[in-house]
T-cell receptor, first 113, second 111 residues
Framework: DAGITQSPRHKVTETGTPVTLRCHQT?????MYWYRQDPGHGLRLIHY???????DKGEVSDGYSVSRSKTEDFLLTLESATSSQTSVYFC????????????FGQGTRLTVV | AQTVTQSQPEMSVQEAETVTLSCTYD???????LFWYKQPPSRQMILVIR??????QNATENRFSVNFQKAAKSFSLKISDSQLGDAAMYFC????????FGAGTILRVKS
C-alpha cells in the first residue's frame, strides 16, 4: 500500500459543529484528493492539492475547506456540518509521474445528526 | 469540464461467464489516463486496470481487459471467466489534470 492513513475512521457529530478530517501520507507525493461517496453518485471530488499550499476546488466544494501546510498532511474541514454532509469520505494520493495511479485511504464514515 | 458516465447502475453475470461494463467520458484534452477501480464491501479501493490515452493497444490484466475507443470517448471493462470474488462496485475514472470518477456499477456474480 501507499502509506496513506485517514483519521478518524468514524465520527458522529451534531449539526452546526466544525469537523476536521485528516489525511496523512508517507510517500511524499504532490497530489492529494478528498472525495465523498454517496449512493448513486460514486466518488465526487471535493478539493484537491498539487503541492504545499496549492489547492483547488472540485465539483462539490461548497461547505468544505482544505489546508495543506506540509506535503504529508491534507486536512478537510467542514466549517459548520450539515446533515447533507453525512457521507463516506475518501482521501487519495496519486503518483507524480506517468499514469497517475491513485491510492486510497480506508475512508471515514461521517454522520451529522 | 471532465465528466465520466457509467450508464449501468447494476449488472449481473453467471459465474465463469463474461461481462462488460460500460464507461464514457467527456474531455477536450488529448493526453490523459483512464482507470477501472474495484470496491468490494470492505470499502477498499483497488486498481483493476489502467490505460494511457496515447496507447492504441488495449490494456489487459489477466481476466480483465478494456476496449478503449478514443474517438468515441469510450472505455469499457470486460471481465472474463467471472468469479464470485469479482462481485463489487466498479468505478471508471479519468485523469487529465485531476482524477474524476463515474457513479459506479454494482456487479453481482451468480453461482
Amino acid at each position: 500500500d501507499a502509506g496513506i492513513t485517514q483519521s478518524p475512521r468514524h465520527k458522529v457529530t451534531e449539526t452546526g459543529t466544525p469537523v476536521t478530517l485528516r489525511c496523512h501520507q508517507t510517500e511524499n507525493h504532490r497530489y492529494m484528493y478528498w472525495y465523498r461517496q454517496d449512493p448513486g453518485h460514486g466518488l465526487r471530488l471535493i478539493h484537491y492539492s498539487y503541492g504545499v499550499k496549492d489547492t483547488d476546488k472540485g465539483e462539490v466544494s461548497d461547505g468544505y475547506s482544505v489546508s495543506r501546510s506540509k506535503t504529508e498532511d491534507f486536512l478537510l474541514t467542514l466549517e459548520s456540518a450539515t446533515s447533507s454532509q453525512t457521507s463516506v469520505y475518501f482521501c487519495a494520493i496519486s503518483v507524480d509521474q506517468g499514469p497517475r495511479i491513485a491510492f486510497f485511504g480506508q475512508g471515514t464514515r461521517l454522520t451529522v445528526v | 469540464a471532465q465528466t465520466v458516465t457509467q450508464s449501468q447502475p447494476e449488472m449481473s453475470v453467471q459465474e465463469a461467464e463474461t461481462v462488460t461494463l460500460s464507461c464514457t467520458y467527456d474531455t477536450s484534452e488529448s493526453d490523459y489516463y483512464l482507470f477501472w477501480y474495484k470496491q468490494p464491501p470492505s470499502r477498499q479501493m483497488i486498481l483493476v486496470i489502467r490505460q494511457e490515452a496515447y496507447k492504441q493497444q488495449n490494456a489487459t490484466e489477466n481476466r480483465f481487459s478494456v476496449n478503449f475507443q478514443k474517438a468515441a470517448k469510450s472505455f469499457s471493462l470486460k471481465i472474463s471467466d467471472s468469479q464470485l470474488g469479482d462481485a463489487a462496485m466498479y468505478f471508471c475514472a479519468f485523469y487529465g489534470n485531476k482524477l474524476v470518477f463515474g457513479a459506479g456499477t454494482i456487479l453481482r456474480v451468480k453461482s
